[in-house]
């Protein structure tokens, strides 16, 4: 069974960094002392195992499911069970018996928080998990362009429809620093996201530029100790923490 508090990672549009947001924090909270999962919704791009850099499938004891453990987050990923990255029509029965599975029938033990990488957009899928995960703080990743923004603003208004709170908006990619520079260059516009929390009621609870984590480390998504966006991720762990206490 599932306890602990349900943080879910959502966006608008795909490929905001929604995936990238949900590991870093998971990780955090982890480094943190917490106990925490991390579940892998995102049916459309399941990008988890990949940027945790895992290679095999949870195990399983007495029919029940053991999830995978990577940087000391528990992990179960939708992509553990698509397989060959097949695509699949997903149907809300086929969908509410593996949310259901991944709740019920997985060995999580005790638990601080759990950390959803929701499928993107405001389309069936993230309506089913919506509907099926009945309430959840929410975390809404976007870029600063108008344009992402505002295809955010349906998916905040879905969750906020439903029970869910969201506690504030991540602006991911905000702008880019060259090294050893003062400018910054707000590559992909600037104050969407700003607009967005106010017309949401909610705040702009981080900004993170365009900082790729080093695709050849080990762990190719996971922001490291002494690098500016392992700091940022912290300071989003410790507020996230403090707006759910
Ligand atoms: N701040 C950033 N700076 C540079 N690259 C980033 C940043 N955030 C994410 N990325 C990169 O952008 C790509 C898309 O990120 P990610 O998969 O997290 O997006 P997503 O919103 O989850 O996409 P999808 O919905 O398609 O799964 C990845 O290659 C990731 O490493």
């Known amino acids: ?63 029940k499911i053991i999830p995978v453990d990577s940087h000391g ?38 638990l601080d928080y759990v950390v959803i990488d929701m499928p993107p957009g405001t389309g069936d899928v ?14 809404l990743v976007t870029t600063p362009h108008p344009t992402a923004s505002h295809v955010a603003e349906r998916a905040g208004k879905m969750a906020s429809s439903n029970n869910h709170k969201i506690l504030g908006i991540v602006e991911n990619m905000a702008f880019f620093q060259p090294p050893d520079q003062d400018a910054k260059y707000y590559i992909f516009g600037k104050g969407g996201s700003e607009q967005l929390a106010s017309k949401l009621g909610t705040e702009l609870i ?12 080990f762990e190719p998504s996971i922001y490291k100790k002494g690098s500016y966006l392992f700091d940022k ?10 707006s759910i206490a």
């Open 233 to 242: 991720y912290n300071e989003l762990a410790d507020k996230v923490q403090d």
């Open 73 to 110: 987050v528990k992990i179960m990923s939708m992509g553990f069970i698509v397989k060959n990255n097949d695509p699949v029509v997903w149907r809300g029965p086929m969908l509410g018996k593996v949310i259901n599975q991944f709740i019920n029938e997985v060995i999580w033990g005790p």
């Open 126 to 139: 993230a309506m089913d998990v919506n509907r099926l995960i009945p309430s959840s703080h929410q975390l």
């Open 1 to 63: 069974m599932l306890s602990g508090k349900i943080i879910s990672v959502i966006s608008g549009k795909g490929g905001v960094g929604k995936s990238t947001v949900a590991a870093n924090l998971a990780v955090s909270l982890s480094r943190q002392g917490k106990s925490v999962a991390l579940i892998d919704f995102d049916i459309y791009g399941s990008s988890i195992p990949s940027m945790m850099n895992i290679s095999f499938g949870p195990k399983s004891m007495n029919n």
């Open 206 to 217: 981080a900004q993170f530029p365009i900082f790729a984590p080093k695709e050849d480390d």
